[in-house]
């Protein structure tokens, strides 16, 4: 069995949280997921980066679970064109 870090449970709590408050809203737990995958790729020791990242996820779940919440802003920077 894995053993998670602190910060590692709370970073899975915050995902299974915001799924579950983005089920009765259309078009959420698409870009929950993509947001979540987009930033999987950060290093477990970039540990400023990932709070940095938990705290914004935070603040977003708290609009989120706000009923009158119908959309949210973009979860991820711009894409630089090419």
Do not use: C, W
């Amino acid at each position: 069995m894995v053993r998670h870090s602190k910060l590692q449970k709370q970073v899975l709590s915050l995902y299974r949280q915001l799924l579950r408050a983005g089920q009765d809203k259309p078009g959420f737990l698409p870009r929950i997921r993509d947001e979540f995958r987009e930033n999987s790729h950060i290093k477990k020791t970039d540990v400023m980066h990932i709070e940095y990242l938990y705290r914004r996820g935070q603040r977003q779940l708290d609009q989120l679970k706000d009923v009158n919440t119908k959309q949210l802003g973009t979860f991820s920077k711009p894409k630089a064109e090419r």
